[in-house]
């Protein structure tokens, strides 16, 4: 993470997936050391920044500390939401490299589902294609990578109603497959990522198209304004 502290451009096109469905009170998943959580604080009415870590959790308490609106909580998606968190309803949950870390991700996102005001926004990024699989997630605690099907399927388990699912970072994916398959390395190359960080203004050259692939997919979901109960399974 504090790697991708110094990758601005990088979190910026990220953020620039969602960023227009962001307002109101925000719950984020993950939040780390608060790469994403500072873009989401200057839009969200109010942010609750949540992570496992508890360096992490210093981090954003820190960071937050004279920002009324934002309030940080611990909140592992292993377990049921804590009470500053389930207290509350939001109107967007925003993850970004998350639910790729919990071995039940259905319950997760039923889970996270419930937290959000009819009408509210699931928005979420996760790592794609499953054959790029590698020690390198493994080293960062991956239990899967997914494909469009396989998210659009697993937020539709949860009652959501999908209404923008793509894939990015084409580029990105090409050097996540030759670093961890074909080189067989375990960690993420900080030079290669400071590299990446000047290439990303070429990068995004692929926002203007609909990549077949990327290394990641971006999930837009609405909660409907008329839920029924979700079916057991």
Request: proline share 5%.
């Amino acid at each position: 993470l504090e790697m991708f502290a110094g990758t601005p451009r990088l979190n910026d096109w990220y953020y620039s997936k969602f960023r227009d469905r962001v307002s109101g009170d925000v719950l984020e998943l993950g939040s780390g050391i608060g790469n994403i959580s500072r873009l989401l604080a200057r839009d969200a009415r109010t942010l609750m920044a949540t992570d496992v870590e508890d360096e992490y959790l210093d981090a954003l308490r820190q960071e937050f500390a004279s920002t009324d609106h934002v309030s940080v909580a611990r909140f592992d998606l292993e377990s049921p939401p804590p009470a500053a968190v389930a207290e509350r309803q939001y109107d967007v949950v925003i993850s970004m490299n998350v639910i790729e870390h919990v071995h039940d991700d259905l319950g997760a996102v039923r889970a996270l589902a419930k937290l959000l005001r009819p009408g509210g926004w699931m928005l979420t990024y996760v790592p794609a294609c499953n054959w790029a699989f590698s020690a390198m997630d493994q080293n960062l605690g991956h239990h899967r990578r997914y494909s469009t099907r396989s998210f659009e399927r697993l937020l539709k388990g949860a009652d959501l109603e999908v209404e923008r699912l793509e894939y990015m970072n084409l580029l990105g994916l090409f050097g996540w497959w030759v670093n961890g398959k074909l080189l067989r390395k375990q960690t993420t190359d900080e030079r290669q990522v400071r590299t990446f960080e000047r290439l990303v203004p070429f990068v995004r050259l692929e926002d203007h198209l609909r990549v077949p692939v990327g290394l990641g997919v971006v999930a837009h979901a609405r909660k409907p304004l008329h839920t029924s109960p979700t079916s057991p399974g």
